[in-house]
């Protein structure tokens, strides 16, 4: 690995006599960690554990993850293990439940994260300003299971608008990408001091236009994946000079080896690869001061005379706790979201541009209700409303590249839930001498899996995870 000229400069200077371990961290191998999800099951794991996240753990090696059906079940997520210090800030400012927002969530990590992470009630506002990366990012919290989140697609500046709605906003900004040199070798040659400034600039624009959006008082979690002072620390000090905030302090442990401040004395919290289990990362806490700006108010909306339509009585009984949910048609689509944000729903979706939201529990064709994906992944689904056909593994890898999948002919004719080791997968609608697969089109696997499958379900049999004989990986 060949590093820029200009970053070995600067990161020289911050770092002094210890520059030479950092540069030997980058020349070693990445660290592999994904964090469970436990309301899919997953607690625990054979396997070194993050220290400073209850659910994360450090791999071996890296598995090819698309042909393990845990992970196409949001069973777990993979992400980074540095990043994963965001939950010690969860856990010391979000007492109840809260409003939050993830700024810049795609794909998904930090969003997931606090989905498992947040007080119970709380709800997730997940957004996304490049369409493309919004699906994606529906895509990985719909898998995650929480009904209590809703994706959209929306500029910062659009978000301020919703003055004083959330109490706690995080900005896992864009940003230069320092930290995943090694993770990401081809980051390296888009680096430049050019960028460093310009991603700086745009992190302030972020912070600026956002700001208005947050209650006074509220918790701001500002993080890159950058070593730099332009991204970092100088950044911070516009929030806390610029925008009128105070820094907040995070409890850590000696141990994890978390590295302080390298300008000013504010409390930050530095991850070098040199230093601690991780790549490079960043991460500071401010709370918002009294800005004297109104909180936002939705505008009344004209009552159109329309009469809503009809829900069918039996995706109803597709929920746990039906009564908690507001249940209603969006066009041909059944959905449920959580009756505690309705309100919050409505505010959003009069402002915002809504992805997904809560749960799509099925499509009306006719007189049939076809049940959807979305349900089959979410945690609020009531999996005793139909009858579950558990796959082995070779089945499991057809039905989530989305081919036929046979049942034994005594197998109940209707819809179905396929599992994998009793975790859902989706649904198929069992015809009697055939079953049709429901697997969403758009999420399956197109690749090959270049080992023999007797040998593949072994290894997940033995450890969970598949190994690493396929050269293409999720």
């Known amino acids: 690995m060949i590093l820029p000229a200009d970053f070995i400069s600067e990161t020289r200077s911050l770092l002094g006599s210890e520059y030479p371990l950092l540069e030997a961290a980058l020349q070693a191998r990445p660290t592999i960690s994904i964090r469970l999800n436990p309301a899919k099951g997953l607690k625990d794991l054979p396997a070194d554990c993050v220290a400073w996240c209850d659910t994360g753990y450090y791999l071996p090696e890296r598995p090819a993850f698309t042909f393990d059906p845990l992970f196409h079940a949001g069973a777990y997520y993979v992400q980074e293990a540095s990043s994963m210090f965001l939950e010690q800030a969860i856990r010391t400012y979000a007492g109840g439940p ?33 369409r493309s990366r919004s699906y994606i990012l529906a895509e990985n919290t719909t898998k995650w299971g929480s009904p209590h989140v809703i994706v959209t697609h929306n500029d910062p500046e659009e978000i301020g608008g919703l003055t004083h709605f959330f109490d706690m906003i995080v900005v896992d900004a864009p940003c230069s990408g320092e930290g995943m040199f090694r993770k990401n070798p081809e980051s390296i040659s888009e680096w430049s001091a050019g960028n460093v400034a310009l991603c700086a600039s745009r992190q302030r624009r972020i912070l600026h236009d956002s700001w208005g959006a947050l209650k006074p008082g509220g918790i701001l979690i500002y993080s890159t994946c950058t070593y730099n002072l332009e991204e970092n620390e100088e950044n911070l000090h516009y929030i806390l000079a610029g925008l009128g905030a105070e820094a907040l302090s995070v409890p850590v442990k000696e141990a994890w080896n978390i590295t302080g401040p390298l300008k000013y004395s504010y409390p930050v919290y530095r991850f070098f690869p040199h230093k601690t289990k991780g790549e490079g990362f960043f991460l500071a806490v401010v709370r ?81 209700v076809v049940p959807c994906h979305s349900l089959a992944m979410s945690t609020a689904f009531n999996r005793a409303a139909f009858p579950v056909a558990d796959l082995t593994w070779p089945d499991a890898i057809r039905y989530l590249r989305k081919e036929a999948v046979a049942l034994p002919a005594a197998f109940p004719k209707g819809y179905a839930l396929a599992t994998y080791k009793g975790c859902p997968l989706g649904f198929v609608k069992h015809i009697g001498n055939r079953s049709n697969n429901l697997y969403p089109q758009e999420w399956r ?27 293409t990986i999720g």
């Not at 505008?299 to 009984?317: L, T, Y």
């Not at 066009?331 to 809560?358: C, E, K, N």
């Not at 690749?447 to 049999?461: G, L, Q, V």
């Open 98 to 130: 809260v409003k939050c927002l993830d700024l810049c969530a795609a794909p998904g990590g930090k969003s997931t994260h606090l989905l498992t992470a947040l007080p119970g009630g709380s709800l997730l506002v997940s957004n996304e300003v490049i």
């Open 288 to 368: 918002k001061k009294e800005d004297g700006l109104p909180p936002y108010r939705k505008r009344p909306e004209k009552e159109k005379g329309k009469a809503k339509s009809a829900v069918p009585a039996a995706p109803c009984h597709w929920l746990l706790q039906p009564e908690a949910y507001q249940i209603e048609m969006r066009g041909h689509t059944i959905t449920a979201f959580p009756q505690s944000a309705t309100d919050d729903l409505q505010t959003i979706a009069a402002r915002l541009q809504i992805v997904s939201s809560g749960v799509s529990l099925g499509e009306v064709k006719g007189r049939d």
């Open 445 to 471: 696997i197109r690749t090959e899996c270049r080992c023999n499958p007797n040998d593949m379900e072994n290894k997940i049999n033995a450890r969970g995870f598949p190994g690493e004989e396929s050269k």
